[in-house]
């Protein structure tokens, strides 16, 4: 740990940049759902649909991604970053319990993210669901610790809280297959896009911070 601390503080831009590098999950969601075979749906597919590797009926929609390849990679390299990110965040803020919890909760998450695109939905789907519960349910309780623990300003705390709070209840709803009119894809989203957008602003946060020191 005693290198990795040396790490930061030699590159303290290295970890903010790694989350920040989350928002190429949105731009490749974009793209991979502009080439669909027929109009992808926000309402009815899943985001894990983009990155389903075959052409036909799954559950009960059709999807067909010709550039599932490119989203599966995609959420790999969130799952890196993710991981990667919070290993070197990590050092930089006072070491608790509560700190150490979220900060391996959002590296847990990072793995489940992982696990989603080296295991697509319809290949070994045990893994898949797994992946998208560390994601969804570990990720979203990281967030809630974070905002309790974290020497952060108040108005990050609210809001990582508020992040953690409404995708928490989001993911049980959308594991429960309560959508409340929103179908399946707009749940999920609303269970997943609030953490990532977390670990956007977040990193901008401590750039900043670090531009500010220099």
Request: aromatic share 16%; with cysteine.
């Amino acid at each position: 740990m005693k290198m990795i601390k040396t790490f930061t503080n030699r590159y303290p831009f290295i970890g903010p940049i790694f989350w920040m590098a989350s928002v190429q999950y949105y731009a490749v969601q974009g793209i991979a759902a502009a080439v669909w075979m027929i109009a992808y749906s926000l309402k009815q597919n899943t985001i894990s649909d983009l990155g389903n590797t075959a052409c036909g009926q799954y559950g009960e929609r059709f999807v067909c991604s010709p550039l599932h390849g490119f989203m599966n990679a995609s959420f790999i390299m969130l799952g890196i970053t993710m991981m990667a990110g919070a290993v070197l965040i990590y050092q930089e803020f006072k070491k608790t319990s509560s700190s150490l919890v979220g900060f391996s909760f959002m590296g847990l998450a990072g793995f489940g993210t992982l696990l989603v695109g080296l295991f697509p939905e319809n290949t070994v789907n045990m893994l898949h669901v797994l992946g998208a519960l560390l994601a969804f349910l570990i990720g979203n309780l990281g967030l809630v610790v974070l905002g309790f623990s974290l020497d952060a300003p108040r108005s990050l705390r609210y809001y990582t809280l508020l992040s953690g709070f409404i995708t928490l209840g989001a993911t049980l709803l959308f594991f429960f297959h309560a959508y409340f009119g929103l179908g399946i894809g707009g749940m999920e989203r609303i269970a997943s896009y609030p953490q990532t957008m977390w670990l956007i602003v977040f990193g901008i946060y401590l750039s900043s911070k670090h531009f500010r020191l220099q």
